[in-house]
């Protein structure tokens, strides 16, 4: 099981969509960020600033990045970039546990 040491977690919580894509903030000792979350099954498109490596911790979804011509499935325990200054859009099949990275 992963777990953070030395962190701090921001009590007000992100709230995208109505409700269906939530997140907390965690901050590192070291000036780095993450955010942990959940994502109930739909549709989404959500936009970067950052660089971003979004982790499933479990669930099932299908992510199209920016300039890709297909969906890819990810599942539990995958991975995929996202590039800053971009956008991509999921469609979840099943509740989504996620850990996004700020890069």
Do not use: H
């Not at 040491?5 to 901050?27: H, W």
């Not at 969906?71 to 995958?78: L, R």
Request: hydrophobic share 35%.
């Amino acid at each position: 099981m992963k777990q953070f040491k030395n962190i701090s977690i921001e009590l007000k919580g992100n709230s995208y969509f109505d409700g269906a894509v939530t997140s907390r903030t965690v901050n590192f000792s070291d000036g780095s960020k993450k955010t942990l979350g959940f994502m109930l099954p739909g549709k989404y498109e959500f936009k970067t600033v950052e660089a971003e490596l979004m982790e499933i911790t479990s669930g099932k979804l299908e992510v199209k990045l920016p300039n890709a011509n297909k969906w890819t499935v990810v599942k539990g325990e995958g991975f995929f970039n996202v590039p800053a200054n971009s956008k991509f859009k999921v469609k979840v099949k099943k509740i989504t546990d996620y850990c996004c990275s700020y890069l």
